[in-house]
């Protein structure tokens, strides 16, 4: 069974930043796919960003390109994101995703079948 816990998020004002954390317990992290992924309220879940299971492939979402960066530690057994000039845009809960399948189509989260609880992330200009 895999648990994921984020962390990290806030209330911030537009143009600012914030780290999101996902802890992971599970023996062998780095067989794992990891992917953040947020939904904001009345919306769809949507894809943000994903990271390979060696860190060396990182997929984003077109809105979040030059702004968030996806980053693992696999000794930490940790992702994060990294989320900058923030926008108003930007709110809603953020989910950290897991998988330990291979697919091809990381933005899609009917591939992830391990879940976080979420955090709260709020952005006010």
């Known amino acids: 069974q895999v648990q994921l816990v984020e962390s990290g998020g806030g209330l911030v004002q537009a143009g600012g930043s914030l780290r999101l954390s996902c802890a992971a317990s599970?023996?062998?992290?780095?067989?794992?796919?990891m992917g953040w992924f947020r939904q904001a309220p009345g919306k769809e879940r949507e894809f943000v960003a994903a990271i390979s299971r060696s860190g060396v492939s990182t997929y984003y979402a077109e809105s979040v390109k030059g702004r968030f960066s996806i980053a693992r530690d696999n000794a930490q057994k940790t992702v994060y994101l990294q989320m900058n000039n923030l926008e108003p845009e930007d709110t809603a809960v953020y989910y950290c995703?897991?998988?330990?399948?291979?697919?091809?189509?990381?933005?899609?989260?009917?591939?992830?079948?391990?879940w976080g609880q979420g955090t709260q992330v709020t952005v006010f200009s």
């Open positions: 599970v023996r062998t992290f780095s067989s794992y796919m």
């Open positions: 995703a897991a998988d330990s399948r291979i697919f091809r189509n990381p933005s899609s989260s009917d591939n992830f079948n391990y």
